[in-house]
């Protein structure tokens, strides 16, 4: 990502820390934003079965936000992190100033 796209994204949305162990969504939580990782490291899981571990760079929440429908897995901090949490309107802006950002791929999402 360019240091212009980071900036934008940094005003776009808001810091989160998050402590080692904390839960941060719950499965069936509704919360519209999305959240990039960049510092520490983030488990996605479903009743005790972890499913993915999001790391910098990262990003999870994407189809909560996109199609307003409750959290299908919870989420908890494996390692104190920092999170850059953005909301409906500040992806969209984002997507907006990046037509060739590729959904769905965790690699480009947002490198274009």
Known sequence: ???AGLLRLLYEGNLVSVNSGEVL???GDFK???CIVLSGKMEIYKINKSIA???VGDFFGE???MESKPRSASLRAISNSILLEL???AFFSYLDTRPK???G???NFFGA
Do not use: H, P, W, Y
Request: charged fraction near 30%.
């Open 87 to 89: 909301d409906k309107n």
């Open 105 to 107: 791929n965790n690699e």
């Open 32 to 34: 519209e934003t999305m």
């Open 1 to 3: 990502m360019s240091e």
């Open 101 to 103: 950002v590729i959904l």
């Open 53 to 55: 571990i999001r790391t």
């Open 25 to 27: 969504l719950a499965e």
């Open 63 to 65: 189809m909560g936000l």
